[in-house]
C-alpha cells in the first residue's frame, strides 16, 4: 500500500524566500508529525497534529515556521523568509491512533531543503 | 536538543559478524523505539519496547532495555551488507510527552561484503 509522501523532494532557496512543503500521510492515520534532521544528526521534532488539530509545536524554531492540517489529512509546513540554518532534512511522519497509544511512526522520504 | 546519546557513533564490521549499540537517555520513557535510515531515504521502524519490557526479538533483531540505567541495546546478527544503514533510537515520554519522539544521534553501521 501508498505509504507516506513528500514533495518536493529536493527544493533550493535562495535566502530570504518561502518555501511550502507537503505531506501526505497514510490514509486514514490520526497523528501526523514533522521533525527536521540536519546533516549527520537525528531527527530532532517540530510540531504534532491530531486530525487537524495542531496540539504541539513546541519545536518549531521560530516563528517563521508554520504547518497547518486544515481537513486532517494532508499537511504544509511553510517557512518564511528563509535562512541558512534551515537548510535541512525535512521529515513527515504519521500514525494510525492517538498518540498516546504509543505506536510507530511510518516516516515520508523527507524533502532536503538548502538554502543559498 | 536531542535526550539520547548513541554508542559507538560508527561501526564497520564484516558481513555475518553481530553488530551492538547502545543508546542512552535521560528521562522517563513510556517506550523505546530503533529505527533505520538508508543514505538519502526516511526512517523504518525496526522494533519497539516498552518501558516495563526487559528483552525483545525480532528476526535478526534483539533490543534491551534497563530502564534504572536509562540505556538500551540494539544488537544486529549475522549481519548482511544490506544492513549498512544508520540506526537510531528514539524514546516516547510519558503521558502528554508521548506525541513526539525523541532521537539520538545515530549510529552509522557499515557492513562490509
Known amino acids: 500500500g501508498a505509504g507516506v509522501s513528500q514533495s518536493p523532494r529536493y527544493k533550493v532557496a535562495k535566502r530570504g524566500q518561502d518555501v511550502a512543503l507537503r505531506c501526505d500521510p497514510i490514509?486514514?492515520?490520526?497523528?501526523l508529525f514533522w521533525y527536521q534532521q540536519a546533516l549527520g544528526q537525528g531527527p530532532e521534532f517540530l510540531t504534532y497534529?491530531?486530525?487537524?488539530?495542531?496540539?504541539?509545536k513546541s519545536g518549531l524554531p521560530s516563528d517563521r515556521f508554520f504547518a497547518e492540517r486544515p481537513e486532517g489529512s494532508v499537511s504544509t509546513l511553510k517557512i518564511q523568509r528563509t535562512q541558512q540554518e534551515d537548510s535541512a532534512v525535512y521529515l513527515c511522519?504519521?500514525?494510525?491512533?492517538?498518540?498516546?497509544?504509543?505506536?510507530?511512526?511510518?516516516f515520508g522520504p523527507g524533502t532536503r531543503l538548502t538554502v543559498l | 536538543s536531542q535526550q539520547g546519546e548513541e554508542d559507538p557513533q560508527a561501526l564497520s564490521i564484516q558481513e555475518g559478524e553481530n553488530a551492538t549499540m547502545n543508546c542512552s537517555y535521560k528521562t522517563s520513557i513510556n517506550n523505546l523505539q530503533w529505527y533505520r535510515q538508508n543514505s538519502g531515504r526516511g526512517l523504518v521502524h525496526l522494533i519497539l519496547i516498552r518501558s516495563n519490557e526487559r528483552e525483545k526479538h525480532s528476526g535478526r533483531l534483539r533490543v534491551t532495555l534497563d530502564t534504572s540505567k536509562k540505556s538500551s541495546s540494539l544488537l544486529i546478527t549475522a549481519s548482511r551488507a544490506a544492513d549498512t544503514a544508520s540506526y537510531f533510537c528514539?524514546?516516547?515520554?510519558?503521558?502528554?510527552?508521548?506525541?513526539?519522539?525523541?532521537f539520538g544521534g545515530g549510529t552509522r553501521v557499515l557492513v562490509k561484503p
Open positions: 497534529f491530531q486530525n487537524e488539530a495542531q496540539l504541539d
Open positions: 490514509s486514514g492515520h490520526v497523528s
Open positions: 528514539a524514546t516516547a515520554g510519558q503521558g502528554a510527552a508521548g506525541n513526539k519522539l525523541t
Open positions: 511522519a504519521s500514525s494510525p491512533r492517538w498518540s498516546y497509544s504509543y505506536n510507530e511512526q511510518f
